[in-house]
């Protein structure tokens, strides 16, 4: 089953087309056309970045993605025919105007996270639970598509 990832709304993430014959340059290549771009284009159109599982288990697909910090009102699902979006913000903490900061680590800002599904899933059964500042999605395979045993007549 393969399953695309975008971040940013536009920006594909996971699906690079491979070159078949190795360039001498390839490293100096991806370094500069990806590496820098990304890097750059991550930093300016967002500030907080998800981190994401997708896996399968029991003829279902899994999507868990962790928003620690994030309230479950400001988190939208949203499914356009095959891409389901996650979308919202993590708020900076109002108590932190006040404070002296020596390091900050933790981000805030608005985020989202595209998926585009393969067409084996039951989008009808969709479904998502949120605890403990983690979201999980669970799409289940259409019957159809699930593995079964095949009796042999003897």
């Known amino acids: ?5 975008y971040h940013g709304g536009s920006t594909k993430e996971s699906s690079q087309v491979s070159n078949p014959l190795p360039s ?5 290549e991806d ?8 890097s750059a284009l991550a930093k300016r159109s967002e500030s907080f ?4 599982d997708v896996f399968e288990m029991e003829n279902k697909l899994f999507i ?4 620690p910090g994030v309230e479950e009102k400001s988190i939208e699902l949203k499914l ?11 708020m900076q903490d109002p108590e932190s105007e006040d ?6 680590e933790s981000s805030h800002g608005p985020f989202s996270r ?6 084996s899933l039951d989008l009808e059964k969709i479904s998502a639970a949120f605890k403990a500042g983690v979201l999980t999605i669970t799409i289940p395979q259409r019957p159809e598509v699930q593995p079964r045993q095949i009796k042999i007549n003897a």
């Open 64 to 67: 868990r993605c962790e928003l």
């Open 80 to 90: 356009d025919g095959m891409t389901l979006r996650i979308k919202g913000e993590r």
């Open 99 to 104: 404070l002296v900061y020596h390091q900050i």
């Open 31 to 38: 370094f500069l056309n990806n590496w820098a771009m990304h």
């Open 24 to 28: 001498p340059f390839r490293m100096f």
């Open 1 to 5: 089953m393969a399953i695309r990832i």
């Open 114 to 119: 595209s998926f585009e599904l393969p067409n």
């Open 49 to 52: 970045r998800p981190v994401v």
